[in-house]
């Protein structure tokens, strides 16, 4: 393919998982050195610092560790984000530390992620850490799951240690509700089977770790079943040098799920009132339909009290409401989450007061079994709470749909993100028939 | 493939433009920084598309070095009354004259001292929120860097405490005298800046084609020939055909020998580029931790 078309048809985001040292970020400085995705000044510069303090060794994890902090202390105290591209695919990857007191970033790196790889060290075989960042991704639900059996050259390229593994891991696997697991023998330090075939696994049948981050299919990771709209802003002209635009009233927003078409039926909440979609704006012209997750601006037939933090929702598949949430939450700060604290909620465009009301219980991120109610949940603690807003939300499950199923927590004062939420499907559906007067 | 299917700058657009739409949703006032380099020429267009048919509600804003390329200047104004939108435009050289940007004995280089000066013009127009082009690919400091990436009363980055930033949830709080720099850029590469330059048929400021220009060689780059660079007597002027890739000061931007005249010669060319876009800055190679300490100044 020549240069100037070079055009990758998607977009494929997955993180890295991992301890300290099971070679995360050797694994990525591998990726892109053998995708050559590196640049001459970026080898440079690793070749420098190899000088100074490598003792000639190009370190690779260099490439991801960009703090000094890092490289003084050798381990990943951030999310790093690396982009490369292949002709088939742009690559999006969030390099999240596996030291324990950074779980919260993994949650970080996970949360948008498609595919999240998990680095084994083939001579430790599955250990707590790459049990606990498996049980992350599926509570995440994060669709793929690559588990890299790293450092074969160290086992000789043992393909029973390598089944042994496989069978450690399979062994837990039912817990994790995770459809779509690939198992891959590599050496990141060498580069077996990460971009090309390595030739100490004759045994191994499957594709390289870039073969199969290039093929795994992700058109359906988008939901596209029940329309939802959070709106973001509302786009109304002043004074516009085009008279049709006097009466310009736009809703602009994300599409959070499903589809949107002219002439369709919607629902605006909390206005509780139906409408029609007049018409889809779009800057590159009107459209007749528009799907999540597309920005979009929808003009209605109604005026309808619609502002920031309202939702316009298709009349299928009708979301949750309430006040009153269940939802698992990953506590992100050092104060710990306390019964009774008041919250800022974020959700979607929408940011309401809650407090918490209960803490039913802990869960053991290594088993995913529940634990006893705790009387707090500390940081990188995974739990199941309850919440009451102080409005009412309009929501999906989590399992559902991420994007309306999903919440973060403010503390109020020093505006500290604390809380990653995913919230449990409402028992109370949104009735449109009690909401149907149109005006 | 299904006809619901976004291909990878759809994708980038959607999440930028709803990134834009967050900062107009929760700021009071929020500025967007312009300078009229790629980057920027594709924000935007990105604002264009998350505002109109409305006026873009935030100013432009822009920090004028004293050594900018002329030619960027006159895009920049271009652009903007184009747009019909408000430019603001603050001077190092004024904030030097006034005492609020002091230079070291011989410092020439306007980097540091755009700092002091952007920093002035947020608390003159009391802005909360400034949007930037900033992109993760170009530096690894920035690779750590959130979208919402939040400045103390200081104006500070504080890279070992950043908001965790989960799903498309951003928060934006602040308290008074704080302030949030936004990247909807962030996960771009330069590849796709060019490549949405093409898609959306952007016009860029003429220096980033090729053209004939007289210059000096200077720590394995190609400096332009100004009154702000004269030639040493020892030094050989060439004049060569070159344009930019990366758009810093007149002093400190290398130019990149070159036949490239169109976008299309533009994308090609970064396809088969063995070095980094930031690779023609010597601002960067100082040292390895050059824009972290510039960043936890209150650098973009």
């Known amino acids: 393919m020549p240069a100037s078309q070079h055009h990758p048809v998607d977009i494929l985001r997955f993180n890295t998982c991992g301890s300290v040292d099971d070679g995360k970020s050797t694994l990525i400085g591998r990726l892109l050195y053998d995708s050559k995705s590196l640049m001459e000044d970026q080898i440079e510069a690793l070749e420098r610092s190899a000088d100074i303090t490598g003792g000639g060794q190009i370190n690779l994890a260099n490439l991801t560790d960009g703090l000094r902090a890092e490289r003084e202390q050798g381990i990943t105290i951030d999310v790093a984000y690396r982009y490369f591209a292949t002709p088939r695919r742009k690559f999006i990857i969030a390099d999240t530390p596996g030291h324990v007191q950074y779980t919260r970033n993994m949650v970080t790196g996970a949360s948008s992620a498609n595919l999240s790889i998990v680095l084994v060290d083939a001579r430790l075989g599955v250990i707590e850490q790459s049990r606990r960042h498996s049980c992350i991704a599926s509570l995440l639900r994060i669709p793929h799951l690559i588990v890299a059996i790293n450092k074969m050259d160290l086992v000789d390229w043992s393909e029973a240690r390598f089944m042994e593994i496989r ?16 198992f891959i023998p590599i050496s990141a330090l060498n580069g077996d089977n990460v971009v090309e075939p390595s030739k100490h696994t004759p045994w191994y049948a499957g594709p390289t770790l870039l073969g199969h981050l290039e093929s795994v299919h992700i058109g359906s990771d988008w939901n596209l079943n029940g329309f939802r709209l959070p709106v973001q802003w509302v786009n109304r002209p002043n004074n516009p040098q085009d008279a049709k635009l006097h009466d310009f009233r736009g809703f602009s927003g994300q599409i959070a799920g499903g589809i949107v078409r002219v002439g369709q039926k919607v629902l605006a909440l909390p206005a509780g009132i139906t409408s029609t979609v007049q018409q889809i704006w779009t800057y590159d012209g009107p459209v007749q339909e528009a799907f999540c997750p597309q ?41 710990p989450l306390l019964r009774g604290k008041k919250y800022f909620l974020k959700h979607t465009s929408n940011t309401v007061q809650a407090v918490v009301s209960e803490i039913e219980h802990r869960i053991n991120i290594t088993t995913l079994e529940p634990e006893p109610a705790p009387t707090e949940l500390g940081l990188n603690d995974i739990g199941e709470i309850r919440l009451r807003t102080a409005k009412p939300l309009i929501y999906d499950g989590y399992a559902a749909n991420r994007l309306t199923g999903s919440f973060i927590l403010v503390e109020q004062g020093t505006n500290a993100t604390v809380a990653a939420g995913m919230l449990h499907a409402s028992r109370e559906v949104v009735k449109p028939e009690n909401a149907d007067y149109v005006i | ?33 312009f300078s009229g380099g790629k980057d920027s020429i594709c924000l935007i267009r990105l604002a264009e598309k998350a ?28 652009r903007a009354k184009e747009l019909g939108a408000k430019l603001i435009v603050r001077r190092v050289e004024d904030a030097i004259a006034s005492g609020v940007a002091v230079p070291a004995p011989g410092e020439i280089s306007r980097n540091r001292l755009q700092i002091p000066t952007l920093l002035a013009a947020i608390e003159e127009f009391r802005f909360d929120c400034c949007i930037g082009g900033a992109r993760r690919d170009e530096e690894k400091a920035r690779a750590k860097e959130r979208f919402f990436s939040f400045r103390d009363s200081f104006g500070q980055w504080d890279p070992k405490n950043q908001r965790p930033e989960i799903w498309n949830l951003y928060n934006a709080r602040i308290n008074p005298g704080e302030n949030m720099r936004v990247f909807p ?7 796709d800046v060019w490549e949405y330059i093409r898609r959306e048929k952007l016009e860029v400021p003429t220096i980033y084609f090729s053209h004939r220009r007289q210059c000096v060689r200077r720590q394995g780059q190609w400096l332009p020939v100004t009154t702000l660079v004269p030639p040493k007597p020892n030094e050989e002027v060439r004049e060569l055909v070159v344009r930019v890739r990366t758009i810093g000061d007149i002093i400190s931007t290398g130019m990149v020998e070159s036949p490239a005249d169109s976008v299309d010669d533009i994308i090609a060319e970064i396809a088969a580029a063995r070095v980094t876009e930031r690779g023609s800055r010597a601002d960067d190679k100082s040292s390895e931790a050059a824009m972290e300490d510039r960043k936890k100044a209150g650098y973009f």
């Open chain 2, 51 to 78: 505002f109109r048919p409305s006026e873009l509600p935030m100013p432009l804003l822009n920090v004028d070095t004293g050594h900018h390329f002329p030619e960027l200047n006159e895009f920049r104004d271009a």
């Open chain 1, 167 to 182: 069978d450690q891991f399979e062994e837990f696997l039912p817990r994790l509700d995770m459809k779509d697991v690939q």
């Open chain 2, 185 to 191: 850029l962030s996960n771009w590469t330069e590849m």
């Open chain 1, 295 to 335: 920005s979009v601006t929808l003009v209605l037939a109604h005026d309808i009290d619609i502002s920031r933090g309202s939702m316009i929702i298709g009349l299928d598949q009708l979301p949750g409401t309430g006040t009153e949430l269940h939802a698992k939450v990953c506590w992100m700060h050092q104060r």
């Open chain 2, 1 to 33: 493939m299904s006809n619901y299917h976004l291909d990878h700058l759809q994708h980038l657009e959607t999440e930028a433009i709803h990134v834009m739409r967050e900062v107009a949703g929760e700021f009071e006032r929020p500025a967007l920084l």
